[in-house]
């Protein structure tokens, strides 16, 4: 079994910034040739993917948070990390990460912006 856990979440004014980190235990010994995506879920919407970043280091975003979000990974401490900047009321919702396409889902941890 693999474990990803989520933390980092909190309640924000918008503007201000936030950082959420994905770490995987369990049964992964080779977790830098993985692919891991951060997805959100805002209350009432389908779950929407938000940023991923491949083994190699090539990432990708979704276009309502281009030039806002980061992110990275430490395949030592085989974490992932969600940079959360200038952050808007819109991005509210709860923050999962996944190993790509796979079954491997964390709990999720809720951000919130206020306006």
């Known amino acids: 079994q693999v474990q990803l856990v989520e933390s980092g979440g909190g309640l924000v004014q918008a503007g201000e910034s936030l950082r959420l980190s994905c770490v995987a235990s369990?049964?992964?010994?080779?977790?830098?040739?993985?692919?891991m995506d951060w997805y959100r879920q805002a209350p009432g919407k389908q779950r929407e993917l938000v940023a991923g970043i491949t083994s190699g280091g090539s990432t990708n975003f979704a276009d309502s948070v281009k030039g806002r979000f980061t992110i990275s990974r430490d395949n030592a401490k085989k974490t992932v990390y969600l940079q959360m900047n200038n952050m808007k009321p819109e991005d509210t919702a709860v923050f999962y990460c996944?190993?790509?396409?796979?079954?491997?889902w964390g709990q999720g941890t809720q951000v919130t912006v206020s306006s």
């Open positions: 996944n190993i790509r396409r796979s079954i491997y």
């Open positions: 369990g049964r992964i010994a080779s977790f830098s040739i993985y692919g």
